[in-house]
């Protein structure tokens, strides 16, 4: 794993922005896997700048986001689909068609995983990842314990997660407790992954990241048997790892 070290939340956004703008111009065509949550907001927002000021178009570009709640549908202002569309995606020219977001109010949630992991399948390998991390190690919302086998499954969220992402609902029992998330095996297929890591509170997420053993029950201890990824980190998320010493190039 290569560590990107910067200033504060802004340049991390900046930094992934650039790097995605980047692999774009090399490959229009590119397979885009995209992330929710807070991190990647300032990301999306430099996208858009860019698009508007530069032109940077993702008209042949085909996105696939790792997660949606279960039992909330597209129109729900606290959906992931909700949330892509008004950060992002009614903000650039991508097409509706290629955009790809586990459905949350399936009639069959089971078949549904089936159904992403076959898209995902029949698209082949998505190109470049962005990905966040939860304060347990989850990536996605694969949550620790689940097999770094795993394809698109339901998943029960943790009560760590339900509590952080309550910030977003009016109440904690209006969270969701499941989701749909790509596995651990499906978010590993992508030829390269872009880690996105901000603030105090992921800082002893980061330093697990880089100490901790590969192990199951710290989900994003995987992304050390990847050959292609590369953590964008600010200096408040560095605090643990500076803390104990660890000096990186
Ligand atoms: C979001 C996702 C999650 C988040 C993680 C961090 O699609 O899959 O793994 O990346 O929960 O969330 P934030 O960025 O809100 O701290």
Redesign the pocket.
């Known amino acids: 794993m290569k560590l990107i070290l910067v200033k504060d939340y802004q340049e991390m956004s900046k930094q992934a922005a650039e790097y995605v703008i980047e692999k774009l111009l090399q490959n229009p065509n590119m397979k885009l896997g995209?992330?929710?949550?807070?991190?990647?907001i300032g990301t999306y927002k430099f996208l858009i700048e860019d698009h508007k000021r530069n032109g940077t178009s993702y008209q042949n570009v085909k996105s696939f986001?790792?997660?949606e709640y279960v039992g909330l549908s597209a129109t729900n202002e606290n959906s992931?689909h909700y949330y892509m569309n008004d950060v992002f995606f009614n903000h650039i020219d991508i097409k509706k068609k290629n955009v790809h977001i586990p459905s949350g109010d399936a009639p069959d949630i089971q078949k549904e995983c089936e159904d992403y992991e076959t898209v995902l399948t029949k698209h082949g390998r998505v190109d470049l990842q962005i990905?966040?991390?939860?304060?347990n190690g989850?990536?996605?919302?694969n949550e620790p314990g689940t097999s770094f086998d795993s394809k698109t499954h339901i998943v029960k969220l943790a009560p760590s997660?339900i509590r952080?992402?309550s910030r977003y609902f009016e109440s904690m029992e209006e969270v969701p407790t499941r989701a749909v998330?790509m596995g651990i095996s499906t978010i590993m297929q992508s030829k390269e992954i872009l880690l996105?890591v901000?603030?105090e509170?992921?800082s002893k997420a980061l330093l697990k990241l880089w100490e901790n053993e590969v192990d199951e029950y710290f989900p994003a201890s995987v992304l050390k048997k990847h050959p292609a990824v590369t953590v964008i980190a600010d200096e408040a998320a560095y605090a643990e790892l500076r803390a104990n010493d660890r000096a990186f190039a």
Do not use: E, R, V
């Not at 995209?34 to 990647?40: H, K």
């Not at 990905?131 to 304060?135: C, D, T, V, W």
């Open positions: 995209l992330a929710t949550g807070g991190t990647p986001n790792l997660d992931y990905l966040g991390i939860g304060n989850h990536i996605g919302f997660t952080a992402n998330t996105l901000s603030g509170s992921k």
